[in-house]
């Protein structure tokens, strides 16, 4: 069992795995809900921004669903966070760095692209745009030529 405090500790380093992904959700012209990764202080999984911007969001309306609402991340939405724009039927999803403009890890093992999973197999009413701030999200993160020890790395 880790002494206390470790995990914070732990955290605090200045590792990939903590990086500032941040997500909000905007409905008319409002924010609604807005996170940032906290997977590692949780601790909890499914504790990506875009998992907790929707929480956030579904607590502040009161509503399972978010119709008319758009999702604003730093980052391409993973699997998970993809499903849970999906099914809290999110209008819209905003991102800036795509899976070419950072590490390979921030992404799954195997390349699955979420945004074709969308558009091939779930809802055509849903707007994904990607780039928005390309150059100053990815700078959030890894490049994707980093040279990063397998200890350094979070998603593999």
Known sequence: MDAPGARNRAHQRSEPSSSPLGSVIVLDGK?????????QELPD???HAGMMAIRRACEETGEMELR??????????????TMAAI???????????????VH??????KHIDTLDFITDAYRDDIEIVGGCLR??????????DADLSEEQQANL
Request: hydrophobic fraction near 35%.
């Open 68 to 81: 008319g609402a758009t999702l604003y991340s730093t980052l391409q939405p993973c699997g998970m966070c």
């Open 135 to 144: 150059n100053e999200c990815a700078a959030l993160y890894s490049p994707p």
């Open 104 to 109: 390979a890890m921030y992404f799954e093992a």
């Open 45 to 47: 999984a499914t504790a």
């Open 31 to 39: 924010m609604i809900g807005g996170e940032r990764n906290q997977t």
């Open 87 to 101: 099914w809290s039927k999110v209008r819209r999803v905003v991102y800036g760095a795509g899976r070419q403009d």
